[in-house]
């Protein structure tokens, strides 16, 4: 067999979406911010990440984060996330995996009852814990990137619906953030189909129209996400949200970055307060999922008035390890996506 590249890898799942960890194989990565490393990566080795996260390699649900070594000399690591159709400079979901992936495999000094570490990212410097009992994690949490609202009460017109009116917010990634109740919809496992195929017409017609652009980072302006928001049924319930990503791909989590883009939004509307809590789950799948999040601060990004959120998971794991190799013949040495 002859093998021509090797990459070592560690599975995990964060409430139940598959995540992996790209932890060696990947060459060099030059660049004087994390988003130009990314774009490294993107300019001379995206075979790498079609051939990690794709299939065969891969699978299309999932999402993949590259380890590497930070830019700012405040950070433990540098790290940017993929899956098999784009990168995206921020993931929180994926931020809550692999804190609990370095505390658990000892790649950080691990300190009892909480282990901190900075994550150098293309869209800023984050910071998550890890809260360790007798040696096990018990809790992660993020303290995210400042988050705010970019546009509201945005006006589309989306074919087989009329116009439709959303919001545009920033939580790490632009989002789209849609309410289902006027739609006549609802966020549940029956409704998979329209939620995805719908998600792409707005996200697809909004793109047409709207140039996103974050005003502090040149590197942060495009939009491929939407987040479906819903209403708690019963006063003090949980709200429920689900993110539609990439090829129509719908995130079995409740999604950090959308968790606190929605929070943002809420704050920005007056319906979410400093230091209170705030419930959101995914329930497309089944078995419900429930991210905690609080708002802790404020601050300005560029002209706008931005929220400092934490998200924090109790269901993350490690479900494998495992190391892809290429060999010289394979016709499908980059990869595919699949349907």
């Avoid at 189909?193 to 005003?215: C, D, F, W, Y």
């Avoid at 929605?262 to 209170?276: H, I, P, S």
């Avoid at 905690?292 to 002209?303: A, F």
Wanted: with cysteine; aromatic share 8%; net charge negative.
């Amino acid at each position: 067999m002859n093998i021509i590249n090797a990459f070592d890898y560690v599975d995990t799942h964060l409430e139940s979406a598959p995540f992996r960890i790209i932890t060696s194989g990947i060459p060099t990565l030059y660049g004087e911010t994390m988003a130009e490393k990314m774009q490294y990566m993107a300019d001379h080795y995206d075979w790498m990440r079609k051939r990690i996260m794709g299939e065969p390699g891969g699978k299309r649900a999932m999402v993949g984060a590259v380890l590497t070594e930070p830019v700012h000399k405040e950070a433990d690591f540098g790290v940017f996330y993929m899956d098999d159709l784009t990168y995206q400079p921020m993931c929180g979901a994926g931020s809550l995996a692999v804190t609990n992936a370095v505390v658990q495999l000892g790649m950080v000094p691990v300190v009892e009852p909480v282990t901190s570490i900075v994550f150098d990212t293309p869209a800023g410097l984050i910071k998550t814990y890890a809260t360790v009992e007798n040696a096990e994690v018990k809790k992660v949490t993020l303290e995210n990137v400042p988050s705010f609202l970019y546009a509201k009460d945005v006006k589309v017109p989306v074919e087989g619906v009329g116009e439709v009116t959303l919001d545009i917010g920033f939580g790490g990634n632009f989002f789209a953030l849609v309410d289902v109740e006027p739609l006549n919809i609802e966020i549940k496992p029956e409704s998979r189909e329209i939620l995805g195929s719908l998600a792409m017409k707005i996200i697809a017609e909004i793109n047409r129209t709207i140039k996103v652009q974050h005003p502090e980072n040149p590197a942060i302006n495009y939009l491929d996400q939407l987040m479906w928001c819903q209403e708690p049924k019963e006063e003090g319930g949980h709200f429920i949200g689900q993110c539609v990503y990439s090829a129509c791909k719908l995130d079995d989590s409740p999604c950090g970055t959308g968790t606190c883009t929605k929070m943002a939004r809420m704050y920005a509307r007056g319906r979410l307060g400093l230091n209170e809590p705030f419930l959101h789950d995914n329930n497309i799948n089944p078995t419900v999922k429930t991210f905690e999040g609080v708002l802790y601060g404020t601050t300005k990004v560029g002209d706008y008035d931005a929220v400092l959120p934490r998200v924090s998971s109790m269901n993350t794991e490690i479900i494998g390890f495992g190391k892809l190799v290429v060999t010289k013949n394979d016709k499908y040495r980059e990869g595919f996506v699949g349907v």
